[in-house]
């Protein structure tokens, strides 16, 4: 569904990501673990187009997205979820939500979308008058996630959705992460918990200053030392 082959993205000076090459089947789960700086953000910001790689080829569904603007490749069927939610503070929930959904046509639909969201953040229907910036880190998390959802998205890009939560809010939203992948979203998970995010992957990619330097079932990254040693805490 997704392929990326041999992706060099520069800050400036910086070569941030240097030759990346992944891919992602359609109807799963893939996580891209790593330490902070080692470039994974990148990795996303470049498959949705707001940053431009320096070379290599970046497909989805065969077509290339490589140098495409982003409200183009949003509408190929690709959404992110950005690391820090990034939500329009100012407008309320339901605006949130309804910016989510600027590339597409058909209130019909909109408005389907619209109640899948509300079914899967309840809280959101209850605030959806309530202005964005006034909701909690985890409430907001939510409006993000479900912001992007109203693109109907094939592809679910999601930045560290676990980042400043507490641990009953991080196993909410991990359940929701399941539940979406279940209603046929292929998602690529960026995340630094990278026990939940193996937990619920079917492949994963582990990445070190800008390079990908081990890929492999999520199980069995799960059961190597290196990996339990670096990035589990064991």
Same mark, same amino acid.
């Given at each position: +569904?997704?392929n990326?082959h041999?992706?060099?993205?520069? =800050?400036g !000076?910086?070569h @941030?990501?240097?030759?990346?090459s992944?891919?992602?089947q359609q109807?799963?789960?893939?996580?891209?673990?790593?330490?902070?700086g080692?470039? *994974?953000?990148?990795?996303? +910001?470049a498959?949705?187009?707001?940053? /431009?790689?320096?070379?290599? &080829?970046?497909?989805f569904?065969?077509?290339?997205l490589?140098?495409?603007?982003?409200? !183009?490749?949003? *509408?190929?069927?690709?959404?992110?979820?950005?690391?820090?939610?990034?939500?329009?503070?100012?407008?309320?929930?339901?605006?949130?939500?309804?910016?989510? @959904?600027?590339? &597409?046509?058909?209130?019909?639909?909109?408005?389907?979308?619209?109640?899948?969201?509300?079914?899967?953040?309840?809280?959101? *229907?209850?605030r /959806?008058s309530?202005?964005?910036?006034?909701?909690?880190?985890?409430?907001?998390?939510?409006?993000a996630?479900?912001?992007?959802?109203?693109?109907?998205?094939r592809?679910?890009l999601?930045d560290e959705?676990?980042?400043?939560?507490a641990? *009953?809010?991080v196993?909410?939203?991990?359940?929701?992460?399941?539940?979406?992948n279940?209603?046929s979203?292929?998602?690529?998970l960026?995340?630094q918990?990278?026990?939940?995010?193996?937990?619920? !992957? !079917?492949?994963? =990619?582990?990445?070190?200053?800008? &390079?990908?330097?081990?890929?492999?079932?999520?199980?069995?990254l799960?059961?190597?030392g290196d990996?339990?040693?670096a =990035?589990?805490?064991?």
């Open positions: +569904m997704l990326l041999e992706v060099h993205l520069h =800050y !000076a910086i @941030a990501l240097k030759g990346i992944l891919e992602v109807g799963q789960i893939v996580t891209l673990i790593g330490a902070n080692a470039g *994974k953000s990148s990795t996303l +910001m498959i949705s187009g707001i940053l /431009r790689p320096t070379s290599g &080829r970046i497909s569904e065969g077509e290339e490589t140098y495409l603007p982003t409200h !183009a490749i949003v *509408k190929r069927g690709i959404s992110q979820v950005p690391e820090g939610r990034r939500i329009f503070s100012t407008l309320t929930v339901l605006e949130n939500l309804e910016m989510g @959904a600027y590339t &597409r046509a058909g209130a019909a639909e909109i408005h389907h979308d619209l109640d899948r969201v509300f079914e899967l953040f309840p809280l959101l *229907k209850d /959806r309530q202005p964005g910036g006034t909701l909690s880190g985890g409430e907001q998390q939510m409006l996630i479900g912001r992007a959802l109203m693109g109907r998205p592809l679910l999601l959705p676990s980042l400043g939560l641990p *009953k809010l196993e909410t939203i991990f359940e929701v992460i399941r539940e979406i279940a209603q979203t292929t998602i690529l960026v995340e918990n990278a026990h939940m995010a193996l937990g619920i !992957a !079917a492949k994963g =990619y582990v990445m070190e200053v800008g &390079r990908i330097v081990l890929s492999d079932d999520a199980e069995n799960l059961a190597n990996i339990r040693s =990035y589990l805490g064991e």
